[in-house]
């Protein structure tokens, strides 16, 4: 859904939003997934290498939701009622969300905003792909054939995208993309084992894990020493992070699943107006065609059996 970090919430089935609550929510949800679909223009505006900017949202993000934990008291002992366990599997998952995000990082610069969004969205069938593995749940066929249509229009932007200044796309950064939608997938898993943890406090735990993995790789790939440059971290850690989780917690919970999956094409939509208009890309009739067939196979309702 978002390079954010994965949480179970409870989210409703009803599809009306007409309580003036839901109103409001849908409003967060619609903000959080715009802000979604600007961070890869701020990564790109940063021009700081990958590890660097996922350790600047890591350990900004983290700190700030730190704060916001504490200051709703649920990092009082008898709030927190987080067994061994529970801390491993989730720094186990922020280790994945890390290493999501160096990789989607990575492969903007090696495709483009646009193409890398869109095949980032292949996330929610490779999560399909992981569950049947891992978890050994049934995998319908209606999941194969949207898995086959999406990795088709992987193929299809492959072959008609173009990168930055116009630049043939390079296959590794469309590697990159997918790498990074599996490792998403698999912190969702890890989440989903977690969903008596308040996902605030969980997305706090998985950044702070991450600053720290991420500290000693600033030794190879040091923060930006321009001021505009660190600007630009400093916003992604703060707006597009703890900002943008604020969001979506504070709304997914009240929202029917119907209007959480089609408000989601927000995030990859206005990921490719930025690209287009704020960095000159220009889609190409093949590349426009497989950008549909992956994001229409991957968010299109699963049917119940």
């Known amino acids: 859904m978002t390079s954010t970090p994965p949480a179970t919430v409870q989210i409703k089935h009803t599809g009306r939003t007409s309580d003036p609550a839901q109103r409001g929510a849908v409003v967060q949800w619609s903000a959080a997934m715009a802000l979604s679909g600007t961070i890869g223009a701020v990564v790109v505006a940063s021009e700081a290498s990958a590890p660097a900017v996922a350790f600047a949202r890591c350990l900004v993000g983290g700190l700030l939701l730190v704060a916001w934990c504490a200051a709703r008291g649920w990092l009082r002992p008898s709030a927190l009622r987080l067994s061994r366990r529970d801390l491993l599997l989730a720094c186990f998952g922020g280790i994945m969300l890390v290493g999501n995000w160096v990789l989607l990082f990575a492969s903007y610069a090696l495709s483009s905003i646009s193409v890398s969004t869109v095949v980032y969205h292949t996330q929610p069938l490779l999560l399909l792909g992981l569950a049947a593995v891992v978890l050994r749940e049934k995998l319908a066929k209606g999941h194969l054939v949207r898995a086959l249509l999406a990795f088709g229009g992987v193929a299809l932007i492959s072959i008609g995208a173009s990168g930055i200044e116009g630049q043939p796309v390079r296959l590794s950064g469309i590697a990159l993309a997918l790498g990074a939608a599996a490792l998403y997938a698999g912190a969702t898993l890890v989440a989903k084992q977690l969903s008596h ?3 605030h406090l969980l997305a706090a735990i998985q950044l702070c894990t991450g600053a ?17 440059s660190l600007l630009w971290l400093l916003l992604l850690g703060t707006v597009h992070t703890a900002v943008l989780y604020v969001l979506m917690y504070g709304s997914i ?15 990859p939509v206005v990921a490719v107006v930025v690209d287009v208009l704020a960095f000159g890309h220009r889609i190409s009739l093949t590349e426009g065609i497989g950008m549909v067939v992956v994001l229409g196979a991957a968010m299109a309702p699963r049917r119940k059996r």
């Open 197 to 199: 943890i308040r996902p």
């Open 212 to 228: 720290v993995l991420l500290a000693p790789a600033l030794a190879f790939t040091p923060l930006p020493a321009d001021l505009g």
């Open 253 to 267: 919970g009240t929202l029917p699943t119907i209007t959480v999956a089609v408000l989601s094409y927000l995030y």
